[in-house]
């Protein structure tokens, strides 16, 4: 049976108000200033990083202030509860399962943070396996996870061009969602096999 090795954050779940309320929690809590959400997610989804964001705003000084306080929060339960479930993500999981084994490979810092996310989104049944790799590595530690691994009859799903990049690098077929963290300009220049714009038509199409 082959496998499907799913990214988590902006595949399965919509990562959106987490990133966003992090960055804005940042300077509301620490300066008192308020900022423009949608711009920050429209920088985000751009690829634009953090620094380049940051000069956006007007407010590089604060880069390292705001990587630190970034990184102590974002995988914090309570900022974790701000994610959502894609549409029809059970419903999807659970026809793929009964054709596929299906597997997590995410990049997080936490990993028992992102099982207990795991358990209390219900969606642990799905489930045989959960990587986790640095979320700052790009896409070599989740290449070196899928050589290990995997096999080329298995496919990879994510939502940014660091997950489409490992699973071309290892001959698996790629399957990228665009509705994310990434554009979907951002998406095709990684060459994905396939690219849906939902979560909910990986069935039709597996």
Known sequence: MSTIWFDFDGTITDVKTRYTQVFIDFFASKYHID??????????????????????????????????????????IAY??????????????????????????????????????????????YFTEVYTVSPFAAFVEKQAVLKKNASISDYMVGDTEHDIKAGNSCSLKTIAISDGMSTKERLIQSLPTQIIDSFSKLSSIL
Do not use: C
Not at 47 to 74: A, C, V
Not at 83 to 111: H, P, Y
């Open 35 to 76: 900022l423009n959400s949608d711009k920050y997610w429209q920088f985000r989804q751009a690829g634009l990083s953090t620094l380049k964001i940051l000069e956006n705003y007007g407010y590089e000084r604060f880069i390292q202030e705001y990587i630190d306080f970034r990184n102590e929060t974002i995988e914090s």
């Open 80 to 125: 974790l509860k701000k994610d959502t479930l894609r549409a029809n993500v059970e419903e999807t999981l659970s026809e793929l399962k009964k054709r596929f084994t299906l597997k997590i490979l995410s990049g997080r810092a936490i990993k028992e943070n992102l099982i207990e996310q795991i358990n209390f989104l219900n969606l642990s049944s």
